[in-house]
């Protein structure tokens, strides 16, 4: 059955008793009504494992910890793996947000922040709780094979989560562009899914071989990364016979639309 904002339970972690309180009511605003509101990094694992949690929405500076320590807790166990994590924060650090970007984050909302912001933020969410198969003309999603390239097993664990709810099962990772290339040489792939910043051979580098090896020339490489689409790097990378660039946190609805256009052209 499928996942209504209505129907979330929402853990909130704040704790600013005004801050808690604004933000309850943004969601009460959305139609959720089932919030649950602690304080701490302690407090909000104890709920995790007790309680059946939804979305988990936090701060990122508690008085013991951080909200990474809530993402990354929810990451490594299987269990709660699945279960959403929107960031609240005034940071403005890249190297801080991008922590949160790496560890699979399903969206980052500026505080003070519109209601707007915590839509797309709860429609992000969403859409990581509800499966729904992609439809595709030329291709049976149930056999598109996918090489994931990611040197954080947390991001890589995250971007398969996105791929297995839309159908695709046959996911083959590697943590940097040289591991890759072995993969490359020995199995065929239908798309490459790739990190732009990795040790030994960063994602450019591994587009670059992709692109220009006759034996892997026609295969569609999304990039996916954390750095501004804008970016000197960016432009670059482009030019390298990337098809697709994709912000981290790697979302649904942008995948979905980057598959089709991809895989049914």
Same mark, same amino acid.
């Given at each position: ?60 500076? =508690? ?12 990451? #490594? ?10 960031? %609240? ?40 709780? $509800?499966? #729904? ?41 590697? #943590? ?47 990039? %996916? ?16 016979? %990337? $098809?697709? =660039? ?20």
């Amino acid at each position: 059955m499928e996942l209504l904002i209505s129907d979330l339970q929402i853990l909130l972690v704040e704790p600013s008793d005004t801050q808690a309180k604004i933000i309850s009511g943004l969601l009460s605003q959305e139609d959720v009504n089932g919030v649950d509101i602690v304080k701490n990094v302690t407090q909000a694992k104890e709920a995790i494992d007790q309680h059946n949690i939804d979305v988990v929405v936090s701060s990122m500076y =508690l008085a013991d910890g951080s909200g990474l320590d809530i993402l990354t807790y929810l990451k #490594e166990n299987d269990s709660t793996a699945s279960i959403p994590f929107m960031l %609240v924060s005034s940071e403005t650090s890249l190297a801080k947000l991008d922590k949160f970007k790496q560890s699979g984050v399903a969206a980052i909302l500026p505080k003070p922040f519109e209601p707007i912001h915590l839509t797309r933020g709860l429609s992000a969410s969403l859409q990581l709780l $509800n499966t #729904e198969e992609l439809d595709l003309s030329l291709f049976d999603i149930n056999q598109v094979r996918v090489l994931l390239v990611d040197d954080s097993r947390l991001a890589r664990n995250h971007i398969k989560r996105v791929l297995e709810n839309m159908g695709i099962s046959i996911i083959t990772e590697a #943590e940097n562009g040289a591991h890759a290339l072995t993969y490359l040489k020995e199995q065929e792939f239908d798309l490459v899914v790739t990190d732009y910043n990795m040790p030994e051979m960063d994602g450019r580098e591994l587009s670059e071989y992709i692109r220009f090896n006759p034996s892997t020339t026609h295969i569609p490489i999304i990039m %996916v990364t954390s750095e501004s689409s804008e970016s000197a790097h960016m432009s670059n990378i482009q030019q390298t016979g %990337v $098809n697709a =660039l994709c912000d981290k946190p790697f979302e649904s609805d942008e995948v979905k639309k980057i598959l089709a256009r991809l895989l049914d052209s």
